[in-house]
């Protein structure tokens, strides 16, 4: 029996409590930490492993816990379209996603890989506030604005000295992949609970990438043993880990907001690039990585509520 339960009710107000806006806010900030170590780790181990092989071994790592955990759990399975959607997004984002950021980190520095990956929030905001009739908020739209202006600095005058135009290319259709599977994803969550979308899409996202299973268990043998060791790190903190959070958030907000706030995940991930891989950010990249945060910043500022004046 499942204990994330399926409401008609609105989200929204249970978020405007204090304590459940907390943990939201709380499990936020982790997704965000989690998700800006992978380009690191991807960009470390990638000298050993080719990218569908890390992308294998990163899902497979990933199902294993996850399913251990539904297993304990038992939740629900989803029919029908919600079957399908959960079957999409596994595709897109879990397979097709891992599978193109590693590509594109063979080519770009992590912190300019994270950074142009993350124009995903952009395009999630703007089809959700469409498809999803989310609206556009000005708090949304001025932080995704500002935000946006930081991800120009980057890629036109942040880029690091280690990358080249495909990965670029490659970045950019990460993006697309990343925007796709989490609107797929919030499609899902109507009726899927946070755990069963997530264990559900791993496991899919894996079987996708069985072709790459014979490099994978060659690469595996031949890596040293820190690749390993970061190939599990992939598998159970940016995968399994962030993503069941990502999908408890998303089911209890709204997509375009709470896809904004992973716009902060390039200024962690362009400092610790700095701090782990000794990449160097540019000063372009340094200022437009503080706008990625002030327009996070701003897109989670909630309006005021006019109060009646009495002239």
Same mark, same amino acid.
């Given at each position: 029996m499942t204990t994330d339960t399926h409401s008609s009710a609105q989200p929204a107000p249970s978020i405007g409590v204090p304590t459940g806006r907390g943990?939201?806010?709380?499990?936020?900030?982790?997704?965000?930490?989690?998700?800006?170590?992978?380009?690191?780790?991807?960009?470390?181990?990638?000298?050993?492993?080719?990218?569908?092989?890390? !992308? &294998?071994?990163?899902?497979?790592?990933? $199902? #294993? +816990?996850?399913?251990?955990?539904?297993?304990?759990?038992? *939740?629900? @399975?989803?029919?029908?379209?919600?079957?399908?959607?959960?079957?999409?997004?596994?595709?897109?984002?879990?397979?097709?996603?891992?599978?193109?950021?590693?590509?594109?980190?063979?080519?770009?520095?992590?912190?300019?890989?994270?950074?142009?990956?993350?124009?995903?929030p952009l395009l999630v905001a703007v089809v959700a506030g469409v498809v999803f009739k989310e609206g556009f908020p000005a708090p949304l739209l001025i932080g995704i604005t500002v935000s946006f202006i930081g991800v120009i600095l980057i890629a036109g005058g942040g880029i690091g000295p280690h990358s080249r135009p495909v990965g670029l290319v490659l970045a950019l259709l990460a993006a697309v992949?990343?925007?796709?599977?989490?609107?797929?994803?919030?499609?899902?969550?109507?009726?899927?609970? !946070? &755990?069963?979308?997530?264990?559900?899409? $791993? #496991? +899919?996202?894996?079987?996708?990438?069985?072709?790459?299973? *014979?490099? @994978?268990?060659?690469?595996?043998?031949?890596?040293p043993t820190w690749s390993v060791v970061g190939v599990v790190y992939l598998g159970v903190v940016p995968s399994a880990?962030?993503?069941?959070?990502?999908?408890?958030?998303?089911?209890?907000?709204?997509?375009?907001?709470?896809?904004?706030?992973?716009?902060?995940?390039?200024?962690?991930?362009?400092l610790l690039s700095w701090v782990i891989l000794a990449e160097l950010p540019m000063p372009w990249g340094v200022v437009g990585g503080v706008l990625c945060l002030a327009g996070v910043a701003w897109s989670r500022r909630r309006p005021r509520r006019r109060q009646a004046s009495v002239r």
């Open positions: 943990l939201v806010t709380a499990a936020s900030i982790l997704v965000v930490l989690f998700w800006a170590s992978a380009f690191v780790v991807i960009r470390w181990v990638g000298d050993d492993l080719t990218p569908g092989a890390l !992308a &294998l071994g990163r899902q497979t790592v990933a $199902s #294993v +816990i996850l399913v251990a955990i539904a297993i304990w759990r038992r *939740p629900a @399975l989803p029919r029908g379209r919600s079957l399908v959607l959960v079957i999409v997004y596994g595709v897109l984002w879990f397979a097709g996603y891992s599978f193109v950021l590693n590509l594109a980190s063979q080519h770009l520095d992590a912190g300019t890989t994270s950074m142009i990956v993350n124009i995903a992949l990343y925007a796709s599977g989490v609107l797929t994803q919030k499609a899902a969550l109507r009726d899927v609970d !946070a &755990l069963t979308a997530t264990w559900l899409g $791993s #496991v +899919i996202g894996t079987i996708a990438l069985l072709p790459f299973l *014979p490099s @994978l268990v060659q690469e595996v043998s031949e890596a880990a962030a993503f069941l959070l990502w999908a408890w958030v998303l089911k209890r907000g709204t997509a375009g907001g709470t896809a904004a706030v992973t716009l902060a995940v390039p200024a962690v991930a362009v």
